[in-house]
Each structure stands twice: as C-alpha cells, then as structure tokens.
C-alpha cells in the first residue's frame, strides 16, 4: 500500500478546474483556488485552500497547476510566499479582495462604483496579462506596472481599503526596512495621492480643420505663431499649413501636416496676454474681385488674421473645438499689426471678412516634459507630427541639445518709385547661397509643417513704396555651411497688366558670419539696396559681396551709399549651440594667438551671457587651466576668479543640467596635474582673509564654488600621484589639514546677527558637506569623518533663536548624516557625538523640528533591524543616552500645541507635518532596544522619581501615539507597527513598574497611567480583527498575532501583583476594565472577567458589600452597550464565569444578586440597542426603552438612567405622533419634581433653574401633548393643578391663560371628534424574541382606524420571521422553548373602570366615552366550544363560552401603548347563560333602535325595520323553538334542577322580546315610508305567527297590569338581575359580526331555520372539535337571530378582518382569509362612542339606545355589535310603580304595551363564577351618534351592568341575538336590587353584591404615572348622586359634567392593595437627587 509522502517542491499551485469532493476526505475546489500541498499520493494531493486554512483535504493532483514558492518555517507551521513577481503576488491578492466588495456594491445600489470599478478590474487584469506573457520590454514594463500600482491604489481608496507602501512598485515589509523608512513611504504615496506636483513644462497641440468663408476660390497659406501681446513680439516659431480653394488642407490624408506641438512653453506662458495668432495669405490674384484673364500670375496676397488666448485652454483637459473670427484690414499698410489691434481691440482698423466666416482649429494643452508627452501620446510622434519650436531656447538648457537656427523677419523697405506714376508692387525673394554661389537647396523654411525651399517669395502689399511685411523665415543651416554663406533679398515690382510680370528692380545682402568667426549679430539690420535690372547680373555673386551691405557698418567716405533714400530692414535672431556672436568670448579661445589679450579676455568673461559661456564650456575650461599651467603667477587669481564664475553660473537653474558635462570633463577632460597646488592656495588665501574683509560678497562667490574647487583640486592630485607616483603626498596632506584649519578658526568666529561673516559662514556650511565625497578619493573614511567632526566642532555654541547659521547648520548636519560618510559605520561613530550634540540643543528648545526629524529619520533609517550587533548596539544605546527622553519631551509639546489657524504654512509645518515623523524616530529607536537597552535606560534613572517621570511620560506618549487621528484613516500598517512597538516596549517596562512601585513605594499615578494605557491599547479600532477581511485577519495574526490577548493577560498579570493596592482602583478601573471585556475576543474575555471577581472580593473585604462595584458597572454597561459593545455571548460568558468563580465565597448568595442584576440589565441593553437599529419607531423600540426604564426605577434605583430614558421614550413617542403616551411619559419625571425654589443644574436640554420653573415648564409640555393626543380630561387636571399655583403666587396673568386653556379643553370635549381605540392582546412565543417580549403576552392599544387586519400586519411588518399561530389556546413548551418567534394575536373588549361619572344619568356620550377607553387595566375574551355529548339535533344544549379577563401591570394608556398582562383569569358560561345574554343583548339593541326612531323619524326608520325584519324572521323559522326545546323540556330541568330560576329568566326574556316587537311594530306603522308599507304588513303577520309558535295568545297578565310608557317615546324596564342583566348605566358586550365573513351571495338575505340553521351549526361546530376551527368559521350573515339559536352567544370571537368594518357593502375581493391573518376573532364588545356627528365621508352607524356615535378604532369588526349605554338615552321597561308615576309625564307621546316585571332570580352566571373571576361592570359603548334631548334615567332605576348589541348597518341583517358568531357577554358585575320608589340610587348601588371587586379594582396601585394619582389641592365639589331630570323639563341637551377630581377617582384609603403586593415588587425609594436634575 503506497504512503502519504510530504511533497518538497510541491507545495503551491492554482486550481485549473473546480473539483466537487464528492470523494472521501475529497477537498471541494472552485476554479482559481490557490493551494498549499502538504502530502501527495499516486496522483493525488492532500492540502488545503489558502483562504481557509482549518479544512485540510485530498484532490486530484492533475487539477492543479503547481507554481514556484518560497517556503518559510517548514515543518507544521510552515508558510508558503510565491516567488512570482510582487506586483502580480498584490494584483491577485487585490483582486479577490475587490471581487467580495464588487458584489456588495451592486446590493447597496451603488451603481456608479459598481461600474467603474468593473472596468478598473478588467483593465488590471489585462495589465496583469501583459506582465505575465513577459514581452515586455524594460521601459514598457516600468510603464505597466507603474499603472498597474496606480489603479490598486485608485481601487483600495474608493473602498476604503489600506494604503500600500511600495517601493519600486513592490510592497515593502515592514520588518525589513526601519520604521521611519515606512513612514518615508507611506507619506510619499499619501500626498502623491492628495496633490500631484504642477508640472513646470507645457506644450500646445494643435490641428488645422478647414476655413470657412463665402469668398475663397484661391490656395490659402495658414501660419500659426505663439504670441507676446504684452512684449509684442513672437514667443514661438510659424506653423505653416496650406489650404487648397476649399479651405481645407491640401492632404488630408496625412494628418501629420495639419498637426504640430507648440513645445517648451514655460509655466509664465500661460497667461491671459498671450495668444495664438493665425495669419492667412492667399495665393492668386492681386485683387480678390478680378475677373480671371490671360495673367495667371500667382501672388501672396493678404487675407484674414485670427487669435485665441491660451489662458482659455487651461480648463480643458480635452481637445477642443474653436472656430476662431477671421479679422480683415481696412488698408494694407496696416497688415504687420493687425494681431496687434485686434489683440488692443482698435475697431477702426480691422473688420471681420464676412459672417460666417471661421477657422475650425483644435486645441489642446499638455503639461509634462516632452519624454513623458511621447510615451503617453505616442500615435501622435509615430505620424511625425511637426515640432514647432520656441524662439531660443528654453527655459532649461539640455546639454545634448543641438541647434543651429537663424530667424530672419522681413522687416520693412523704403523704395522709390522709379519712374512710375504710382507706387510699387513689391515682392521680396528670400534666398541662401555659399560661399561658391551656389544657392543652398531647401535652406529657406517658411515655417514648420511643410519642408523648406530653395527661396521665399514675400507677400505683396498693392501699390506700397514703403512695404512693412513682418514675416518670419527660419534658416537651419549646418555649422560648416555658415562661414561663407550669405543671404540675398532680391526686390520685383509685380505688374497688373496683362503679362503680369515680376520685374527685377534691385537686391540686397548679407553674409551669416564675419571674418573674425562671429555670426550675423542679433537685432534689427538696414541693408543697401543696390540698383539691378537684370538677373544675369546676380548670378556672379563674386561681384557685389566685395559691396557694401549695411548702412551700418559703410566707410564714413561712400556717402552716396549713405545718403539712398532705399532702405531695407532685417531683424535676426541666432539659437545656436555651436556659434557665437560674442568676439570677447573667441577672444579668449584663441589666448594663445593674441597673449597680449589674457588679462582684458579673463576680466570680460564674467560679462558674457551666461548661454554663450555654456556652448564652448569644455573649451573655456581647456582655456583657463592651460593659462594656470602656464602663468600661475600673473593669472593665478584672475583664472581661479573665472572657475567660480562659471562654476555658480551652473548653479542657475537654467544651466543647471550643465553640470553633469562639468563632471565628465573633470573626470575624462581635465588635465591639470599641478593645478591643486595653485587652487589650495588661493582658496587658502581668500578664506584666511574672511574675517578682516570688509566685503564678503566675493568671498562667498568662492566658498559657494567650493564643491567643485575641491572635486578640481582632488582630480588635479590624483592626476599628479598618479603621473609620479604619489610624490609629494605628505605636502599635500599638509595643505589640506593647512586649508581645514584656516576653515575652522573662520567658523568658529562668534557671528552677530547681521554681520557678513555670519552669512558667509551660511554659505559655507551650505556647500561643505557636497565636499565629503570628494575627499573621500584620497583619504580614508576615518580621515574624513575626522575632518568634518572638528570643522562642525568648531562652530560657535551660542546659539540664539534669530540666528540665521542655527537652522544651516541643522541643513548641514541632515545632508552630512544623509551622505556616504554617515552611511559607513566606522565614520558614524564618530560624526554621531556632534550630530546628537546639535540635535539635543535644537529639540530641547522646540527650534527647527521640520529639519530635526529629517536628520532622525535619516539617521534611523540605516539602523536596519538584522544589523542588531556590537556597533549598532552601541550606537543604538548612544542615542537612546542622548535623544530617548527629548523625544517624548518633544512629541509632547507638538501635539499639546493648539491647531494652528490661518492661511501661514510655517505654523502648519511645525505642528502637523512634523508630528509623524517624530514619532516615527521614537518607534525606530525603541523598536532596535533589546532587553540590555532597557536594562541600561532603567540603570541610569537612578532615583526613583526619575523614574516615575519617564513611565509617566512614555505612557502618555503611547496612548497619544494610539489616538485616530495619529494617523490617516487607511494607514492600518503604520498602526499594526506602531501597536507591536507599544506592546514590546510596555512588556519590558511592566517588570519596572513592578519593582520600583509595589508595597510601601506604591505609586497610583504610575500604576491608574498604565492601566488606562493598556485599556486604550486593546480597545483601539485597527486592532479589532473581527471586523476585517478574513485575508487581512489572518495576514495580521501571522504576523503579528492577536495583541488585544497579549495585552489583556499582562493587565491581568499586573493585576494580580497589586495585592491590597486593588482597592485604589475600585471603582475607578471598573468602566475601563469591563470596556475591555466587551471586545468580542473570546480569550481576552476568560483573561479578564475575573478580575471583576477579585474586585467584588476586596470590596466586600473593605465595606462588606458591592455598591460601588455594582453601580460602576450599571453605569457604565448602559453607556458601553449603547456605542454597540457586547453581545450575547458575552452576557452568558460574564454570567458563568462569575458564578462560577464566587462558588467558595463567604458572600455568595450577595455575589449571586449582584451578577444577576447585571445580567439582566444586560438582557435589556442588548434588546434596546438591537431595536435602536431600526430606522421606522415601533412598537419593539418603545417597549424596550419601557422595559429598561423600569427597570432602572424599580430594580436598580438609578434616578439620573431613569430620567434619561424617560426622555428618550418621550423623544420616541413624539416621533411616532404618540401624543398621550408621550405625556404620560413627562409625567414620570414631573411627579419627581415638587412645587419647591430649589435651584437644578443643567440636566439634557434643561438650562439650569428651579424646580418649580422646571415641573411648570413640564406641566405645561404635558397639557400640550394631551391636548394633541386628545386626552383632554387628563389636560385639565394639570391646568387646574398648575391654576392653583399661579393662584397662589397672585400671578394673575398665568391663571387667567391657564383658565381660559382649560375652558378650551372643555370645549374640545364637548365639540370634537374622538376615535375610539380598539385593544389586541399579543402573546411573544419563542426564545428568538427579545427578553422584554420573550414568552409574555401584551395587551396592545391600536392607532387610530385600526382594526385587527391592519394590526397583524404591522406586528408581522415588526417581526418579519415572526409565525402567525391561528389558534387562541395557551401554547406549549414545544412552542415557547423553540428557536423561532411565534406571534398570537386577536382583539380583546376593555372592561371600564366603576367609575361615578360612567353611572350619573345626564352625563353626554362624549364625557363617557373618554372613561369607557382610558385607565383600564382589565380586558376580555371570549371562545366558544362545546362540552359534553353534542346534540346534532339542537348544537346549543352544549355550546358553552370560555371567557377570559386580562389584568396588566399598568393601565391603558400610559407611557406605552402596550402592557404585560399580569394576571390571567378563566371562567366558563353554560349554554343557558349564554341563550339568556343573547335576548337579553337583541332586546336591549331593539329598545335603542326604537328611541332612536322616535327621535328622528323619519330619518331613522331603515335599521329599525332591518332589525324587526331579522328578529321577526328568525323568530318564525323556528329559532326560539330550538331555545324552547332545549331549555324549557322535562329532560333538561331534571338534569338541571339548579337552573330553575335562569330558565324562567329565559322565558321572560321571549315574552318580553315579543312586547318589544309589538311596540316596534306600532312605531314602525307610524313611521314607515309608502313603498315599504308591503314589508310591514309581511312583518306584522309574521309577528302573529311567532307569537303562535311562541304559545302567546295575549301578554301576560302581569303585563297587562302595569302598563309603562316609555319615557321620553321609549319603553324602560328595570331589571333586578345580576351582572347578566341590562342596566341603564352598565353596557352588556354584545354581539359583533363582519359581513367578510359571510358569503357574499348569502349577505344582507333573510332566510329560514330549516335552511340555514344546519349550515350555520356545521360551521360551528362540524368541522372541528378544536377552539383553532371554531375561531374561523363563516356562517351567513343573513340568517336572523331566532333562526340562529344554534349558534355561539353574542360575544364568541369572530374571524372578519376589522377592515370590513367601513362599509357594509364590501365586495368579495375583501373576505377574509385564514392565510392572511393571525388570528380575527369574530365578535368582541366594545364601548360607547361619542356624540358628535360624523364627517360625511365617514359612515353612519345607527342610533342606539338614543345614544350617539362616531367613527371608531374598533378590531375585529365589519359589522359589529357595539356596547350600549343607556345612560341618557336608553329606556327600560321599569316596575309598576314607576310605570304609574311616569305615564302622566308621557301624556301624547306612544305608550308601549305592558312589559312584564322582571324578579330577581339566583341563577346568574356571574354570581356562580364570582370567585374565579371578579369583573368590574363593563360600560356600555355606543356606536351612533344622538341629536336629540337626552333621555333621562329614572332616579329608581337599579345601575348594574349592562350589553347591548351594536349596529345592525354594519352586520348585514338584524337578528334576535342568537348568531351563530356572536359570542357570549357576561355581566362582569351583579346588579342590585332596585331602592324604595323614590329615593336617589346611591353611587355604591351601581356595584353589584360582589362589591369586593370594586374594592379589588379601587384597591390596584394605579402607576406612578396616572394623572389620577396627583393629589389635587382644590377642595372636592360634592356631586348629587343622580343627575336625573323629569322628562317635562329636561333641556335639549345636558351640560357636560366636569372631570373628576383625583380623590374621586382613586381614593386615597384605597391606595394599599395586598393583592397588588403579591403580583407587583415593591419598587425601592427612589432617592432625593432630583435637585441635581
């Protein structure tokens, strides 16, 4: 069997093909993966994939292409580097990373990087291509990889990505060059990346198009110039380019000929005043308009000029388009300077040649020497492009360039007429001959762009005797060709006529060069015109050169030649490198032929142009040592006067690249061997003279040559040594230790400001260091080192601050420590005692920090890291001696410095720029220390407070080198080495701490500096690994490894050393400790938990318990979270491992509590900051602000957090338009707050004042919020409160605004609108639910139009992962433990508080409703099912309800519109209760429909008759008969005998249903409009026949007896029954039902029992046993409450969507679904609603009971059945008694039939369930509004509790009120009974006879933030117990009552509540720091 084998040279490859690793142990691959290879196996690999290194496995070994690789620690550990090119190691490196981020772009939409970054990594990759195939050559692959760097660079910025050092296009490793090199680099590439240098040479492109114009019809010649408008003269050359009769050029096919580059133009060239000037010439005719005859002569005729400032290119970086003006002359003789008035804008003389004419030009300026221009315009130079020079030359003159140029301008002549009548027509032929006569061929250029000619034709000026042409021509002509040559001018007179001849008339000359070598001199020359008509007379040139040619220069005796009037002028101008014009200059070159000349030549060489000197530099050099050599004596002086003159000619910047040929003719020309001699001692002679000279210019002249002085001195001796053989070596040397100490006395003269010998002095020490090098030919290294320590020795110490020599020699020091003498190190260590001299002197007086970092950056960057040995390290320990304290000293001050302010860059420079570079040299110096450094550093601080000062001072520097802003964002390598620095540096000097300042020598500074540091360090951003790359992590911990861990287990080592000295840390390193512990290091975490657990133990040990341990960490685990430190882990880590550690402890069970605490308040910080993240505020935010806002109060007892958070949940409500939560919010801190002077501070955005300005500052916010959140009972009481304050400080200007605010307030009750909330219980299943919500059930108050649909959606809107359940059971253990998130939601009936103003007759809708929705703690549900056999037959005999009440910790609504539920109670009604509270319900619904006819008929009649038409209908199919055979059988009162009196209830109830239909009936007659008149008759014999089935012949006779009017047209009735009967003052729940539930066909149709009835049952309960099918069935609405007695009671949950509830007319496309919602329960109660009117788009509920409505948030409803409140409005039908005493009140209005009375009996459902759950008395709810007189209750009547079913327009059909969706109410308190006839009813008579449940409810600790707890200081009004008022004289409409006062809601001797102590823990006293806040 073959073995795995390691592989040797086998280990790293990239995948060819993706490889699935379907095999075992197989690898899986994709394309491009890189891999190492450990082992290989008969084709096989094993190894892993580089960017995930853990998993290791076996591939095909032919799937991989192996690459070369450089293998590091081999072995197990072993690394793998490719050995290929670096940049293609970076490009490959770089493009992965790129590819992760590329696709994360295109998720965030950022479209416009998406898309340039494809096209950058498309190009990288083609680059990376070029470089790979490698046929490159070495220019073109600098090329590429230098773009190749750039566009990386380009890319990681734009990602936000790290900047590479590079050098060379490599990326460099930090260890491998110092810190300060690193630095050098990154700093290099950063500015290179902010501002890229100007460029100092520019060059113009430019390109002919065409000329347009309407008159061409002839050749045109187009010449471009660069022009002067502000010297008026030519900058450049012509261009010349010729156009044919089209006006466009002549070959367009060779573009190269309409192109030309305009070069060497210098930066002082670009501005406003010069301008592209465009001359046009056309060729043909000499008038424009002449008819074409026989001459076909061709003229050069003028024609147009154009121009274009170049200042108007600068902004474009493109080609640009221009269509320049063609100007004209108005005459001809202004042609030489029309640019000039057009350029000065002289109108008069120039006009445009036509309007549309133009010249089409493009443009463009390029910036750059003209190499770098070829490279990157390299099409253009292949075409061959035309070069359009600058005249002379340019502002750098290049040593090679060659040039022999002479431009000639064609000035003007004067000529005489010659006989002719007018004048001439003069041509001028321009051409060159030799010295032999012969014309030069192709000598005359007329400009670049076309070739030169053998002549030049002028242009001709019509009719001018004195013709001004100013045209220019160049001559190129070779060197040898000009001696000899001359240039003719020959003058023709163009004639008109029909021949059209050129006749000669006379010529002109001059020669190029004269006969003593000079050529033509520069300037303007008149030349003779010498009379000639005939051209054979010019073809012996012999003849006329012996001639005069310039009036200048005649013999004073040829005055006929003088006195011509005929003159022609020239102006010349020579660019030549290799000819001159100066005769001084061939004076000297030829010294040998006139020696008598030597001294005048040398004394006029300093006034030749500097240019002149330059062309013959090796020949005057050859000159001046050959004069040396051979009169030394007489010349010495002057010659050595003549070197530095020509030498500091070179050090101009535009000779400067002349240089170089000086060092090339030193070294290869040079011959002077005796020369030294000579130059040492006049160099001697003028130094010695410096200090007695009066004038140091010249001196200074000399020591700035001295450079080059040296380099001729030294080359002379090694010419001379080496011709002798080194004789006189000895004599030499004596002259140089000679010329040194002459040197050093001169410098070491003491220098006053101002003095010459101080600035010659500067200019010595400018040039000296140039000079080591140079002796470094002839003297050893020590030699040298030697003579430059005592020459810098020698300069004065006294220095002072305006001392121009202090910052030179700083400069002098940088270049020596920068030159080859420091490099080596045997002359280091000894020019390194006067460097660090002169360092320390400068940086501890803060002077010249720019040039004192340069010289330490320099100076450690050739201490490389590898070179750790004896010499370095003792240089190391020099400079650690000498410069390590002034360098925390100096970064220090720099960085404590205030920003400079201002536009100065000097401040700039001293603070910013030099503060890396400092810091830099520190991290270089420490990063070379070794153990025996430091060692050495702790030795030599040898008291103890010496000591103290360093680490004090070191670690400030460190934790100021650790700041952001040290460095720039994407610097992560300068950080990572500065961090590996700190942390070796602290290792080495923790030992220190630990032995000089533990026990009796503890110092707390020392130790508080160190541990902040190291707190600093680990929490420092670029050290958090987690939130990098997975490549860039593990790059970091290879190299580095994880310092966080590091520095973590030394804190903790340290820690443990303190011993007793912990306690001077407890609790002021608590924060800093736990900030570490949140850093999501696991190891870092087990290392420094513990401590926590010692710091509990020596508190514990020193006050016996952790307060101050645990309030720092309260403290600051609030501030940590919230910047998003920690995570879950942490909070189980820090809870384990502390539990853990206090196991043993003494004070265990205390340790237990503390850490509980802080875990939970971890808990809720964690679920705080993770809903904090959403953008939207919701339902999750505010919840869990409420969650840690309690908690602060009630478990931690923090009051400063509390009343922070109470500010945060306000800001969210505000936020959210949750006006009343966000006052009930404020309200918490104003009940902390008391009526009181006392001053508070400054406290969030509360300036400093009182308490009582601050709490009525916040009374006032809070009235504010309730009035916009439309609570304005609750308004009131704080206006009243806040009235009596301002009553008492007579501050009757407040009170009287206070009033009339609060009068608002009552106006607002009593005339707006008001929505009724609708309430949702939410249960939070599942263990992915935050902890404030996981498990618990809510009970939700909803917006406004909210309804249950709506509300799912937005809890599933909030919990996207969350599962809707579709059931109501209690979940399991199988839910509530899962890892997932379950909601269950359905809507839940507020059961109102017994509150008076709920049971005062008289009191208007709009004041009840506000106490029906507000202050409720308790709510209710309920859910049918069936219990028992189930009679198929008859479904109701075992149809019973499940109610369940809800208690929550607080009531709605408070400081959130949600609560817990605290408190969950059961309780079961039987299916005879149910039927009961069915009629009971219908009945009372049909006696409000009843009033509400009354009232407003006709208006009102329809829902009246939709409600007879239900009953009436189902009555007659048989739905009471399935009650009748259910209940009333012999069978059932067997089995039941307990249920006696409840089945006599149920027949009263039947029979008074029947009286109530009867009376509706007789009212409906009345009222009932003409086409429904056939309806009532249906309606009336169907009566009949139900009281048939019924068994009623006649009423009873107790009826009969006591006939009742209705009071006010409406039947009363009074009811002694318990907490199921209707009350005037107690609503009954009622049934609800949505016509979405129903099928649409069947919806608003009446139908019978025998059809309807089985459907509805099966729905029911056919489908499923299971409460989850029971909740979403859909019977019919249609069916009418007598055939659906089958059904549920009114009150059992419905499934239609709340949604419906607008409108009764839905269409289909709205029915409910199952799939779409969480859970709908069908039906629930609700309470009344307010009275005002409806907006018309609303809709409109029927009247109730009288009672009014608005429109309502109200779940689960499409049609509901609303709560009734009989207060005003409602009737009943009441005792005998009060039959009697009313009916005379009644007189005229309809008397109803006789009701039977109604005993009491003892079979109430509540009363049997009274003891599983108390309820209070629900209160009734209205959905309809009532614009008629309130009807008063009487002042008899019992108030319990009463339901009444809701409006029937919304439910499709009216019924009985037995439907198979309604749900059954039961009265949640009993009813009493009625008082003797007469007497007010007292308020406790509206508590039924479990009046413990009042107590219970009154008893609740109502929250802190219940308006209702305040404390009113005004005296209680007392209120009658009845606001009754006898019918007669009750007014249309009652006054509102006034809100109650506190005491009367919640009375005070109620306020303990022992079953509230049970449920509720005691919140701890908060303490008196509220003056602070």
Known sequence: MNMWMPTELEKYGVALASFRGTVPH?????????????????????????????????????????????????????????????????????????????KQLYVKNEGDLFHRLWHVMNEVLDLRRQVLVGHLTQDRMRDVKQHITARLDWGNEQLGLDLVPRKEFAMVDPDEISVTELYSLMEHRHRKKDAPAPASTHHLFAQVKSLMSSNLGEDLDVFFTIYDGRENRPLSERFFVRLNKQGVPKSPEKTEKQCTLFVDLGSSDLRKDVYIVVHIIRIGRMGAGEKKNANST???????????????????????????????????????????????????????????????????????????????????FTRGIAITKKLGFSDIIMPGEMRNDLYVTLERGEFEKGGKSVARNVEVTVCVLDADGLVLKGSVWAGSGESGADEYHSIVLYHNNSPRWAEQIKLPLPVDKFRGSHMRFEFRHCSTKDKGEKKLFGFSFVPLMQEDGRTLPDGTHELIVHKCEENTSLQDCARYLKLPFSKGNLPGNNQAAKGSKESFWITSFLCSTKLTQNGDMLDLLKWRAHPEKISDSLSKLKEIDGSEIVKFLQDTLDTLFGILDESSQRYGLKVFDCLVHIINLLQDSKFQHFKPVMDTYIESHFAGALSYRDLIKVLKWYVDRIVDAEHQDHIQQVLKASEYIFKYIIQSRRLYALATGGQNEDEFRCCVRELFMSLRFFLSQESRVGSPIAQTQVVFLRTFPSVYSELLKIFAVREVASFVRETLGSLSAAARADCPLEPVKLQCIARTVESPLYTNPESRCILLPVVLHLLQAHLQEQRDLVMCSRILSSMFSLIKKEEVGSPVSEEVDVIVRSLLGVLLRTILEITNRPQPTGNGNAPRLQFQDVTGEFVACLLALLRQMTEKHYQQLLDSLSNKEDLRDFLLQIFTVFRILIRPEMFPKDWTVMRLVTNNVIITTVLYLSDALRKNFLNEKFDYKVWDSYFYLSVIFINQPCLQLEMFSPSKRKKILEKYGDMRVMMGCEIFSMWQNLGEHKLNFIPAMIGPFLEVTLVPQPDLRNVMIPIFHDMMDWEHRRSGNFKQVEAKLIDKLDSLMSEGKGDETYRELFNSILLKKIERETWRESGVSLIATVTRLMERLLDYRDCMKAVEVDGKKIGCTVSLLNFYKTELNKEEMYIRYIHKLYDLHLKAQNYTEAAYTLLLYDELLEWSDRPLREFLNYPMQTEWQRKEYLHLTIVQNFDRGKCWENGIILCRELADQYEAYYDYRNLSKMRMMEASLYDKIMDQQRLEPEFFRVGFYGKKFPFFLRNKEFVCRGHDYERLEAFQQRMLNEFPHAIAMQHVNLPDDTITQAEAQYLQIYAVTP????????????????????????????????????KGTKDKENEFKSLWVERTTLTLVQSLPGISRWFEVEKRELMEVSPLENAIEVLENKNLQLRGLIAQCQARHPHSVSPLTMCLNGVIDAAVNGGLARYQEAFFGKDYAASHPEDGEKIGRLRELMFEQAHILEYGLALHEKVVPQDMRPLHKKLVDQFHLMKSSLGIQELPAYVHASPVPFTNGSPRICRNSLSNVISPDGGRIVARRSPLSYPAGNRYSSSSLSSQASNEVSNITGQSESSDEVFNMQPSPSTSSLSSNHSASPNVTSSAPSSARGSPLLSDKHKHSRENSCLSPRDRPCSAIYPNPPEPPQRILPHLMGESSLPRSEPNLSAPDRVANPTLGGWSVDTAKEASAQCSDTAGTLVSPPVPPRPSYAGSPARNLRSLSPVPIPIARSPQKNCVPPLTPSPTECQPGGLVSNSPALSGSYSSGISSLSRCSVSDASGLEAPPAGEPAPLTSSVSSGSDE?????????????????????????????????????????????????????????????????HVPRPRPLPRKVSQL
């Open 26 to 102: 197989g690898l899986p691959l994709e394309i491009g993966d890189t891999v190492q290879i450990l082992e290989r196996c008969e084709g096989w690999y094993r190894g892993f994939v580089l960017k995930n290194p853990n998993v290791k496995g076996i591939f095909p070994a032919c799937y991989i292409h192996l690459k070369n690789a450089h293998i590091k620690n081999k072995g197990q550990f072993e690394t793998v580097i490719p050995t290929e090119d670096s940049v293609i190691t970076e490009m490959t490196s770089t493009l992965r990373e790129w590819g992760a981020m590329w």
């Open 298 to 380: 061709q003229y050069r005729r003028p024609f147009g000029c154009a121009l274009v400032s170049v200042a108007d290119l600068l902004t474009a970086d493109h080609k640009d388009d221009h269509l320049l003006k063609v100007y004209t002359c108005n005459t001809e003789s202004e042609w030489y300077q029309i640019h000039e008035n057009i350029i000065r804008k002289v109108n008069s003389r120039y006009n445009l040649s036509g309007s549309n004419a133009g010249l089409a030009v493009s443009l463009q300026l390029l910036h750059g020497d003209i190499e770098q221009i070829r490279r990157e315009y390299m099409a253009l």
């Open 1391 to 1426: 059961i109102p508080e017994a509150q008076d103003v709920l049971q005062r007759d008289g009191v208007p809708d709009s004041i009840k409703s506000f106490y029906k929705v507000n202050h409720i703690w308790r709510f209710r549900y309920d859910r049918p099912f069936h």
């Open 1894 to 1958: 009042l107590l219970r409810r009154e008893n609740k600790t109502p929250p802190p933030y219940s308006v209702y707890e305040r404390t009113n200081a005004r005296r209680p009004v007392p209120l009658p117990h009845s606001l009754s008022i006898p019918p007669s004289a009750a007014p249309l409409s009652l006054p509102p009552a006034l809100p109650p006062k506190p005491h009367q809601l919640r009375p005070a001797k109620l306020d303990s509540d022992p079953r509230r102590a049970d």
